[in-house]
């Protein structure tokens, strides 16, 4: 469903409320022998059948460190986690104890240096996994100080890790929401957790749809209802700053990113006029937003639809740039493929070839991971079969 949800966040007396710092300056690119920057290039992707132990879910998320890849699959009925150390081989690796995902749409892996995490409930209540070679689990429970839940589905959690440590974000899932606002769990090791902190916003019918990002600076977050919606910005996930003006035409924020000079943003249908679910980026530079191009693709490779017709799953870094992964809306006779598009600056989308790529057997590409120097994306096949497909590529 399309999401036409608004927020305007207010910040508690522990969130300051002056101006994000200015952002340091991206390391220029390595030169060539002539003196030039060395081009961004986009990697020729390589299809691999996936073996071992592995199956296909409604929703996939994938996530790598430097001991390997965490790949969750979800249906109505029972999950999966799986784990490989080059992204062809697989094996279940679900921990002892864990009696499902964490409820929502958020992401349930995450990965950064030396550990991977997984998010997802024992009967005690919501935890997070810590492994640094796929098999052994460390248990991290969460506090929830004076959250009170009647089941775990009340809870909607995601999960992000980088440099500055692992954050875990919630939001109540009542009718009207029991709290206007976000939780928020942060941990500067990735071994233990911070007490519980809150977000607030403002008072609404409806919880907020928070979604959030590490980066080499700290943490992203959005969060959006239909009172309107914030970025946040922090550099240790429990004093955040407002970013979002500029974007004060925008309907929602369906997916962050940031790198160290700039910030971006997927929105829905942000200006009048917008086609319905037409996918638009954003970025911010020196304290500025712009609207960024997206590249449709040229025929007569697959996959060049209407703009209303595209979706974006994922945006994420890829090198010292962007990368954000979809599909094509296909379904009542419309072409069905999977869409990859990269950006060196967030400025401009290139979209990367469908079909030299084999992303026309693709229904939905879901989500993208990296783990010692190599990209994995994930996504749902076009056919019948029950494994997810996979792809393989150099990170530039």
């Known amino acids: 469903m399309l999401i036409r949800l608004a927020l305007i966040l207010v910040l508690t007396a522990s969130c300051t409320t002056t101006p994000a710092p200015a952002l340091t300056s991206v390391p220029s690119a390595p030169s060539t022998l002539s003196g030039q920057p060395k081009p961004f290039e986009a ?3 390589v299809k691999l059948p996936p073996t ?3 199956a296909t879910g409604v929703l996939q998320t ?4 430097d001991g390997g890849l965490l790949l969750v699959t979800d249906t109505a009925n029972e ?3 799986f ?14 104890g864990m009696i499902g995902l964490a409820a929502g749409l958020g992401r349930m892996v995450a990965g950064y240096g030396a550990a991977g995490y997984l998010l997802g409930w024992t009967s005690r209540g919501p935890t997070v996994w810590r492994t640094e070679d796929g098999g ?4 991290i429970p969460l506090k929830l100080s004076n959250l009170k839940l009647e089941s775990r589905v009340d809870l909607k959690l995601t999960i992000t890790a980088g440099p500055r440590g692992v954050m875990v974000v919630g939001s109540d899932n009542y009718v009207p929401p029991r709290y206007h606002g976000v939780y928020v769990w942060h941990s500067p090791d990735g071994r233990s957790f911070n007490p519980m902190t809150q977000v607030p916003s403002r008072i609404d019918k409806v919880p907020p749809i928070a979604v959030a990002e590490a ?17 946040l910005s922090s550099e240790n996930g429990v004093r955040w700053q407002d970013i979002t003006a500029g974007l004060a035409q925008i309907r929602g924020i369906a997916h962050v990113s940031g790198n160290v000079s700039t910030v971006v943003v997927f929105t829905y249908d942000p200006l009048p006029g917008a086609s319905p679910g037409e996918p638009l980026a954003w970025y911010r530079r020196d304290g500025t937003w712009h609207a960024a191009t997206m590249d449709p693709g040229r025929l007569p490779d697959a996959g060049v639809v209407p703009a209303d017709e595209r979706r974006v799953n994922k945006v994420g870094n890829w090198g010292t740039g962007f990368i954000a992964l979809g599909n094509t809306l296909g379904g009542d006779g419309r072409e069905t493929a999977g869409l ?4 060196a600056d967030g400025s401009a989308w290139t979209r990367m070839p469908v079909r030299d790529n084999g992303f026309d057997t693709a229904a939905q590409l879901m989500d993208i991971a990296v783990s010692r120097g190599k990209a994995v994306l994930v996504g749902y096949p076009a056919s019948n079969s029950k494994k997810p497909l996979i792809w393989k590529a150099d990170v530039p």
């Open 79 to 81: 999950f999966g986690v």
């Open 62 to 65: 994938v996530a790598g460190w």
């Open 43 to 45: 990697p020729r992707w």
């Open 340 to 343: 990859v598009w990269y950006s």
């Open 83 to 96: 784990t490989s150390k080059d992204g062809h081989a697989w094996r279940a690796a679900a921990p002892k």
């Open 215 to 231: 980066t080499p600076n700290g943490f992203l977050m959005a969060m959006s209802d239909s009172n309107g919606q914030m970025l």
């Open 52 to 54: 071992g132990v592995i």
């Open 136 to 139: 052994r689990w460390e248990t």
